[in-house]
């Protein structure tokens, strides 16, 4: 039985000029996929006005609380001692939001409560993922 928690967030979003605008988001785990992290954001946070979902590595979230950690499209470092910044790449442009350290923290020790690291089933995940990828083929 697959299952999902979500934990609300006050988020800062760095704009340019270093303006920042508050922004709530929505941090999500499921047990469907054990090593992602997912941030839903609302319309009103977003270019489209259509929300947006970021999904990236439960391990990258871990590292990149103790230390700058990522490539490509997701990148997050600490930034100072209570808050972690993090930075996302799409075509449209860049996104630099700063979260509160121990809300991140928080979210992240729930997460290994329901499925502690290393003991994701990633057999399950991968079939999933094919599965997904062929369409039952």
């Known amino acids: 039985m697959d299952f999902t928690f ?4 006050l988020v800062r979003l760095i704009t340019a000029g270093d303006h920042e605008v508050p922004v709530t988001a929505t941090l999500r785990y499921t047990t469907e996929d054990p090593l992602a992290v997912f941030i839903d954001f609302p319309p009103e946070a977003t270019l489209d006005g259509e929300g947006a979902t970021w999904t990236f ?4 979230l871990d590292e990149g609380l103790g230390a700058p950690a990522g490539r490509g499209d997701v990148q997050i470092w600490p930034c100072g001692p209570t808050r972690t910044v993090l930075e ?4 449209y442009g ?3 939001l700063q979260f509160g ?6 979210f992240l020790l729930r997460s290994y409560a ?8 990633v057999e399950a995940v991968v079939e999933r993922g094919l599965s997904a990828l062929f369409g039952g083929v």
């Open 101 to 106: 350290t121990p809300a991140l923290r928080r």
């Open 88 to 91: 996302f790449h799409s075509p």
């Open 114 to 121: 329901v499925v502690a690291a290393g003991q994701e089933d």
């Open 6 to 9: 979500t934990q609300p967030a």
């Open 94 to 96: 860049v996104a630099l």
């Open 57 to 60: 590595a439960r391990s990258l």
